[in-house]
């Protein structure tokens, strides 16, 4: 094979070659002659490649062409870029011809084994060649960047100032007009009429199964039953509080027992089996809603819900989610293990309070807004829970993918929400700070970081499985690029921001670079403002006092937040690459609770 | 709960529901459709008073007014940044912010503006005829957002339009012109019916760029919030009042940024700064006094503005109390009220100021008279205002007075201004003392010339080296250190005769006494005479 490839590349070389004298001959210019030669020889030699030197090994190989011309340009590219900034370095110490076929010879390896290992490989990529090929791009990226600063920081901060402009504008979307947050805009609800499911995965949850079953058994609704899942088996702890409380609220309260023959736990198994189990015992409904473990639904939040679908005639109603402990009181922080002594309540509370508002505010401007925009343009990425989908929905899910959820995915709730838009079914978003559900920041910073490489490695999960190409209109799919890689991209453009600043400062860039690389950052300024005018109104809202140290902890964390977004992106591209795609679950410890309630008290009414 | 069926409004309709079927091409004729169908009145009612605009400041514009010292400096930089990429022919010394000659210098890449005419006034002329227009609607757009009827608008437009102050000082190319549109933009945009985000965005950024353009404009900041302020809804007002400032404090604060980056925010030895600049211009530039008192500088200049209108200016200020009865008229009236201040502060007044009172004095002018006939419109901030009251007739009779009170005084006074601006076709003597030097001077020569015909010296006649622009042979250190030879002085007479010519000018000056004249144009102040300047004379 390597003789093969040998002969492949003198052969496009030489050809080459003849083309370009003949178009310098033609009178071309010698750029566009180049780049021409370039070009030509390139699908030259990947021609060859694919049909003499790997023809035997590609045989009845699943991946397209398409893939290996592009997975062969990109390597190549990378090699050429390589070889064309070490020469300079290498000219100089071991002259200039030496270094030339030297570095001819190093590409010519280089290939080889790219094209190998990579381009046209007959087997499944390992992940330690998608770890090489993750590594390969980035320094090849840094290379280039170093090489050409100024150019790097005008890309870069024209990419940043995309991604904050976007970022203002979708989380404001509330505020765009006035009319939008008016609060009658989701009318006012009639009595229910269709029968439902209140779906309740459960895993662990002694702390709170008790309290919120008893809430979730008590809405305002004529009509409706509420299905914990559990594993009996496996925690058998919930699993006496959720037996309990089926005795005490008979015909209301369903046990659905967690799949045996499951080794892994995982909430979109869990709730397939509900729905299998639904089918079974013959239940009647017409929607499906989901809570957590840990979410206490407002009494008259199914009232709602129910009139939102029939007025909006939605396949899915996404009710608003709130996180509400952010400030430095110490009974705001989630204690795992009781609680311990006073003082160090304290300093725990008042040492996480600036990620906290921080993520509380999250929620509050991605129910409030972004969601609602997304709805409004037919991109959706669903919530977790206090989600509900009408039976339609759930059929044609069942009929088409043989299951409602993707049992693979980390992100079910983001997946869904996408087939939902794809099969162009409508969804409705409802915020009304009375009806929200209230829930509880992860108790460690530690535990937002992995919520966070799970929820981003899903959604790398529903990129790649490419649901969303089917979208009907090219302004759609650009879209759900940009909403799925959106926790990257704002990741990455908050954390780069003041670097390329202090790069184009430091490199004495052009002014203009550097004025353009100080507008990300003056954005960015300007969010961290709006974030305390919007924890002010949070506060004001939902009647929990904020602090003067709440908001210095805002707006003095807001950079190191978006390093740990920056460092959870890492970590979530670094374990898809791996192939690690297990479930790293949050843990609910009560916070949100009004008196936290013990592990001893749940139960008793 | 009842189901009652509230009336369907944008919130109420789903979008998703309406959008998605149509392309984004019909979409947009859908939009413009809309649009033209709810404007088409306003349109019908403003083109022929942009045509008359137009013509009133387009005829004669190349010959009146004379020239003065600021506008070739402004297209010299505009010059500068169009052809060497730089914001000065000469270093910058940030006596104005750049968006000014900024705007032209796109305007001539996009256009070809200066190979477009035989001078660069023609091309500083034709800018500043877009900015009229543009001034002019925006007057038109403002009164009706202000709450005037389409007549009162067409008024207050034509009013600017005409007005001898607004024709003379509009045809300078003066940065004020430039910061007009913007301004008005501003007031248009922060009196959005939407009362969304993106028009105050809009209003901020505006009028970040007009003072960016011309930085007196900063002087109306209190009064543009104040129309916020006012304009925005509660249910959104603190979010959009936030993003307002900071975009508006972000786009001006690239200004300041410029000038640190370039290591040029603090004054220091050998280099220009913008603080030391501001604090020069802020500080210890001659007072011109206050208007209220005798024989100083800015009642001199008040009086010459006097003399050529004296309806708009007065009537302006009679008309500000009776505006201040309008709730939405207040921030106008205190637009204006700002402008005076500064006439009465007795600080240092720019010559061009009248600029900055002119399109609020017309507003207030037709809109007492609107308040006097009983419109209720500038009188509530309601986006639609309670049913119409019918007008009691003497409200009417007395507005109908007022109105044709002011129209007959303008058509008394403004005509026997107006007739030398339209008809002077006397050749300004620079223009003919440059073309006197392209026909007799070699391109060698170092020539000393007036702002207002360096850039045909250098980009139509290629003088090299370039020619040296009159006020800085003594202001730029670099100029200094450069100067071997002076070979020609053109420049006009004014300069020999000022006052402060023996500390402004004294190269100038010294110059001349080793000069003889060579030939002369035009006579008095504004004449110019060429002087050759002896080889034996050393700088």
Redesign the interface.
Same mark, same amino acid.
């Given at each position: 094979m390597p003789v093969r490839f040998v002969a492949v590349g003198l052969t496009a070389a030489a050809l080459g070659m003849v083309l370009l004298l003949a178009l310098i001959h033609a009178g071309w210019p010698p750029w566009l002659a180049n780049a021409a030669t370039v070009l030509v020889t390139l699908q030259l030699n990947f021609l060859g490649n694919r049909y003499l030197t790997w023809r035997g090994r590609l045989a009845g190989s699943p991946r397209s062409t398409w893939t290996r011309w592009w997975r062969f340009h990109a390597a190549r590219g990378a090699s050429t870029v390589l070889s064309i900034a070490l020469f300079p370095v290498l000219a100089p110490r071991l002259g200039a011809s030496v270094a030339y076929w030297t570095l001819l010879a190093a590409g010519a390896v280089l290939n080889y084994c790219t094209d190998r290992w990579w381009s046209f490989d007959h087997r499944d990529t390992r992940p330690g060649a998608r770890l090489a090929c993750l590594l390969g791009v980035s320094a090849a990226g840094v290379l280039a960047a170093v090489l050409f600063l100024d150019a790097f920081i005008v890309v870069v901060s024209l990419f940043m100032l995309v991604v904050t402009v976007t970022t203002?504008a979708f989380q404001?979307y509330?505020?765009?007009?006035?009319? #939008?947050?008016?609060p009658?805009?989701y *009318?006012?609800?009639?009595?229910p009429r269709l029968p439902g499911v209140i779906l309740v995965p459960m895993r662990h949850e002694e702390a709170v199964a008790g309290t919120t079953l008893d809430r979730l058994a008590t809405l305002s609704h004529p009509n409706y039953r509420v299905m914990p899942i559990v594993d009996y088996a496996d925690d058998q702890g919930t699993a006496r509080i959720v037996r309990a409380k089926a005795r005490e609220y008979p015909g209301r309260i369903l046990e659905c027992p967690y799949p045996s023959d499951h080794p892994v736990h995982n909430k979109p198994i869990g709730l397939n089996a509900a729905i299998e189990r639904l089918d079974r015992l013959g239940v009647r409904f017409e929607w499906v809603g989901i809570a957590d473990a840990e979410d206490l639904f407002h009494p008259d939040l199914l #009232?709602v819900v129910d009139y939102r679908f029939r007025r909006?005639n939605a396949a899915v109603v996404q009710c608003g989610v709130q996180l509400m402990n952010f400030n430095a009181d110490p009974d705001a922080v989630p204690q795992p293990g009781g609680p311990p002594p006073p003082l160090r309540r304290w300093w725990r509370a008042n040492t996480s309070a600036w990620w906290r508002a921080a993520n509380v505010l999250e929620y509050f401007k991605w129910f409030q807004s972004r969601l609602k925009l997304q709805?409004?343009? *037919?991109i959706m990425p669903l919530g977790g829970n206090t989600v509900f989908f009408r039976r339609r929905f759930i059929d044609t899910l069942r009929a088409r993918y043989g299951r409602a959820w993707d049992e693979e995915c980390l992100t079910e709730d983001c997946k869904i929400g996408i087939l939902a838009s794809v099969l162009g079914y409508?969804v409705d978003v409802v915020y009304l700070e009375e009806l929200v559900t209230r829930e509880e920041t992860p108790s460690t910073l530690r535990g937002l970081l992995r919520q966070r490489v799970r929820w981003m490695q899903g959604f790398i999960q529903v990129f790649r499985s490419g649901e969303w190409l089917a979208l009907?209109?090219r302004?759609q799919r650009l879209l759900a690029v940009y909403v799925l890689g959106f926790q990257f991209f704002q990741a990455f453009a908050a954390a780069l921001a003041p670097v390329a600043l202090a790069m184009a !400062?430091w490199h004495k860039s052009p !002014?203009v670079v550097?004025?353009l690389a100080?507008?990300p950052l003056?954005?960015g300024?300007?969010n961290v403002?709006?974030d305390v005018?919007l924890l002010r109104?949070f506060s004001r809202t939902f009647g929990i006092r904020a602090r003067l140290r709440d908001y210095l902890g805002l707006i003095v964390g807001a950079y190191p937040f978006q390093l740990v977004l920056s460092l959870a992106a890492i970590w979530a591209i670094l374990r898809y690459t791996l192939g690690r795609n297990n479930w790293v679950k949050t843990a609910h410890q009560g916070a949100h609770l009004p008196g936290a309630p013990q592990p001893e008290l749940v139960g008793s009414r | 709960?009842?189901?009652?069926r @509230?009336r369907p @409004? =944008? @919130? /109420?309709v $789903? %979008?998703?529901?309406v959008l998605?079927p149509l392309p984004?091409r019909r979409r947009l004729l859908v939009s413009v459709s809309v649009w033209l169908r709810r404007h088409g009145r306003s349109l019908a009612v403003l083109v022929p008073v942009l045509v008359v605009a137009g013509l009133a400041h387009a005829i004669g514009m190349s010959t009146f007014p004379r020239y003065v010292d600021d506008p070739g400096t402004y297209l010299s930089q505009a010059w500068s940044l169009r052809y060497q990429g730089t914001l000065s022919p000469y270093s910058y010394f940030y006596d104005h912010a750049p968006a000014g000659w900024i705007q032209m210098a796109l305007w001539a890449l996009l256009t070809n503006g200066f190979d477009r005419y035989g001078t660069a006034f023609g091309f500083g002329n034709e800018v500043m005829l877009l900015a009229k227009l543009a001034s002019t609607a925006l007057v038109y757009a403002l009164g009706r957002r202000l709450g005037f009827s389409r007549a009162g608008g067409a008024g207050a437009a034509l009013l600017f339009a005409l007005c001898p102050l607004s024709v003379s000082y509009g045809r300078w190319v003066f940065l004020d012109n430039l910061a007009t549109p913007w301004l008005l933009g501003a007031f248009v945009l922060a009196l959005s019916p939407?009362?969304?985000?993106?028009g105050s965005l809009g209003a901020a950024l505006c009028f970040g760029m007009a003072a960016l353009t011309k930085e007196t404009a900063l002087v109306l900041l209190p009064a543009l919030a104040w129309a916020m302020w006012r304009n925005a $809804?509660p249910?959104?007002r /603190?979010? /959009?009042l936030?993003?307002a400032a900071?975009?508006g404090v %972000?786009l001006m604060? %690239?200004y300041p =940024?410029?000038a640190l980056?370039?290591g040029e925010l603090f004054p220091g030895p050998g280099h220009n700064s913008l603080l030391g600049t501001a604090g020069w211009q802020l500080a210890e530039r001659p007072s011109s006094g206050s208007v209220l008192l005798p024989d100083t500088a800015a009642r001199h200049l008040f009086t010459d503005w006097l003399t050529q209108d004296w309806i708009l200016l007065l009537g302006g200020l009679a008309a500000l109390p009776v505006c201040l009865a309008a709730p939405r008229l207040r921030p106008i009236a205190l637009a204006l009220a700002l402008g005076w201040l500064v006439l009465l502060r007795g600080g240092y007044v720019p010559f061009m100021h009248v600029l900055t009172l002119l399109p609020w004095a017309v507003l207030l002018v037709v809109g007492a008279i609107e308040v006097v006939a009983g419109n209720r419109r500038p009188r509530t901030w309601a986006v639609e205002p309670e049913t119409p009251a019918r007008h009691p007739r003497w409200r009417l009779v007395m507005a109908g007075g007022l109105a044709i009170g002011v129209l007959a005084a303008a058509a008394a006074v403004w005509p026997a201004e107006l007739r030398p601006m339209l008809t002077t076709t006397e050749e300004p003597p620079l223009r003919a003392a440059q073309r006197w030097v392209a026909d007799n001077v070699p391109r060698d020569k170092v020539i000393v010339a007036h702002d207002s015909i360096w850039v045909d010296l250098v980009h139509h006649n290629g003088y090299n080296p370039r020619p040296i622009i009159v006020h800085k042979l003594d202001t730029d250190p670099a100029v200094r250190r450069d100067l071997t030879r002076i070979d020609y002085l053109v420049v006009p007479n004014w300069y020999y005769t000022a006052q402060n010519g023996p500390q402004g000018y004294p190269t100038l000056l010294e110059a001349r006494k080793h000069a003889v004249a060579v030939t002369s144009f035009g006579t008095g102040d504004d004449g110019v005479t060429v002087y050759r300047v002896s080889r034996y004379w050393e700088p």
């Open positions: 203002l404001l509330k505020w765009w007009r006035p009319e #939008h947050g008016n009658a805009r *009318g006012s609800p009639d009595t #009232h909006t709805a409004a343009m *037919g409508r009907p209109t302004a !400062i !002014i550097t004025l100080s507008l003056g954005l300024l300007l403002a709006l005018v109104q | 709960m009842s189901a009652h @509230t @409004t =944008l @919130t /109420t $789903d %979008l998703a529901k998605p984004v939407r009362r969304g985000i993106a $809804d249910r959104n /603190t979010q /959009t936030t993003v900071g975009a %972000l604060a %690239l =940024l410029f980056y370039k």
